[in-house]
């Protein structure tokens, strides 16, 4: 499966953004998540979704500002971004297949995502 990360930018404070993630093929029952690495940073977890979409998580710093979903139809994943914030900038990768804490057998390339003040 590849992965291909889409739609990050450059947004003020307060904005938003949607981000996608295109699969090569069905990533089927596969949970798919989104990951985000700040400069000088560790990469770290943002959001995870499982196949059917029922089971959903997210790092504390992004509840109920960032929604993750995903469109199996079009083999593609999504991260509403809301309420945007400086600390948010970072590359955004996704990844797909869990198989472990944080472990992932597939990831993409990532997109850019600047917030500025």
């Known amino acids: 499966v590849q992965l291909q990360a889409s739609g990050g930018g450059l947004v003020q404070a307060g904005g938003s953004l949607r981000l996608s993630c295109l699969a090569s093929?069905?990533?089927?029952?596969?949970?798919m998540a989104w990951f985000r690495q700040a400069p000088g940073k560790e990469r770290e977890f943002v959001a995870s979704?499982?196949?059917?979409?029922?089971?959903?998580s997210y790092a504390d710093s992004v509840k109920g500002r960032f929604t993750i979903s995903r469109d199996n139809t079009k083999n593609t994943m999504y991260l509403q971004m809301n309420s945007l914030k400086p600390d948010d900038t970072a590359v955004y990768s996704c990844?797909?297949?869990?198989?472990?804490?944080?472990?992932?057998?597939?990831w993409g390339h990532g997109t850019q995502v600047t917030v500025s003040s």
């Open positions: 990844a797909a297949q869990q198989t472990g804490p944080n472990a992932y057998g597939y």
């Open positions: 093929r069905r990533a089927i029952g596969y949970t």
């Open positions: 979704i499982t196949w059917r979409g029922g089971g959903t």
